[in-house]
């Protein structure tokens, strides 16, 4: 027995029918261009996230998480509509609208992908309850289509514009891979990420500064992206290259322009990561992930004080590149090191980070991992 049916029996007076775990990710690059048809190279990491379901008679969706003391939500399946429930309890709901699903419901979350870490936790959730309610109606949705789903619970039902990136490799990642996605036509390709016979590792280095992505930084960038198509007449910033794009700056405004040439060089730079992993060159691909922090820094604009250390000091001292992940505003950090550098690195982030008078920040590794499974 998984020890979350114990709970699940606590709380709702008997086990559950389906339990089933998805994963946060780690990008690699490929940040804030999934909802402009880019490309993005993502793996998915080891901590997951934990659903329990089982049908109920009531027509109420109940909802808990072990991380709150097992207090219950409800809701009425008849009254579910974009941004109700509690804040948390609106991803899980959501996927439940989003696919169409009229039962009552009985929900128990068991999260371990820290919150707030810019490592996709609202994706994991999401992933998990995706796949457990596809088994338990036996919805036979393929893994893109899913992925799908549980993006427009974000969307519409939470409120986030967020792209397909996170829920696509939550459920669709394999192990000892990142997953090159074209987020245009959710095709995938397995990329090996193997870099232990290399002597390396990657580093993910959480600020200790807790992002919320439903409020206007994140909506303000992508409408600017969305603007810089709409003024020059194109389909997509996936459709000029860098070059024309450049060409083209006079008719876009300042801000408008900085915000779009992020997504458009950082398209190029997933691809120029890609060809350079391929050849196992990862000094190359180091330097790939440090254009890309310069990149959402100087134009996008969406680091913040901590995350700057971060890369800082892992660059000062040895790491072949680094960047912020994830929605930004805070959250974490990436490093890639040579294996014998990191403690020294992690050493020397948290000598800065107490010089700045930051909260002391957490580190760990992470291998790619498998996307989203059953588990009972």
């Not at 128990?108 to 959730?125: E, K, M, R, Y």
């Not at 700057?308 to 590149?321: E, I, P, Y």
Request: hydrophobic letters at 40%; a negative charge.
């Amino acid at each position: 027995m998984h020890p979350i049916s114990k709970k699940f029996e606590e709380l709702f007076g008997s086990g559950p029918e389906v339990i089933a775990a998805a994963p946060g990710r780690v990008n690699l690059v490929g940040e804030h261009v999934d909802f402009l048809d880019g490309f993005v190279l993502p793996f998915a990491m080891k901590d997951l996230t934990i659903a329990a379901i089982s049908k109920n008679n009531d027509a109420v969706i109940r909802v808990a998480s072990q991380q709150r003391s097992g207090e219950i939500f409800e809701v009425a399946v008849e009254k579910l509509e974009p941004l109700t429930g509690e804040p948390w309890t609106r991803y899980p709901i959501g996927v439940v609208w989003a696919l169409g699903i009229k039962s009552g419901l009985n929900i128990l979350i068991d999260g371990q992908v820290p919150l707030g870490a810019g490592l996709s936790s609202s994706a994991a959730l999401e992933s998990s309850v995706a796949t457990a309610l596809n088994h338990l109606f036996d919805l036979k949705i393929s893994k893109p289509n899913l992925s799908l789903a549980a993006q427009r619970a974000e969307n519409v039902y939470v409120g986030m514009p967020c792209g397909i990136m996170d829920q696509s490799v939550s459920i669709m990642a394999h192990e000892g891979f990142a997953l090159l996605i074209d987020c245009r036509d959710l095709s995938t390709q397995d990329i090996e990420f193997n870099i232990e016979p290399a002597g390396l590792e990657l580093l993910v280095i959480d600020t200790q500064v807790h992002h919320a992505l439903v409020d206007g930084g994140y909506a303000q960038r992508r409408a600017s992206c969305e603007k810089a198509v709409a003024v020059l007449g194109i389909t997509s910033l996936r459709d000029i290259s860098v070059e024309d794009f450049v060409a083209r700056k006079a008719e876009l405004d300042p801000t408008t322009y900085s915000r779009a040439f992020h997504g458009v060089s950082e398209m190029r730079r997933v691809l120029d990561g890609v060809a350079a992993l391929k050849k196992n060159d990862f000094e190359t691909f180091g330097k790939i992930v440090t254009q890309c922090h310069q990149s959402l820094r100087d134009n996008y604009t969406i680091s913040c004080p901590e995350l700057n250390v971060a890369v800082d000091t892992a660059l000062k001292f040895g790491s072949l590149g680094s960047r912020l992940i994830g929605g930004g505003y805070g959250g974490s950090a990436i490093s890639l090191n040579k294996k014998s550098d990191t403690e020294k690195i992690k050493e020397e982030i948290s000598k800065a980070f107490l010089a700045n008078n930051f909260a002391p920040p957490r580190f760990f590794t992470s291998q790619p991992s498998a996307g989203a499974r059953l588990i009972n």
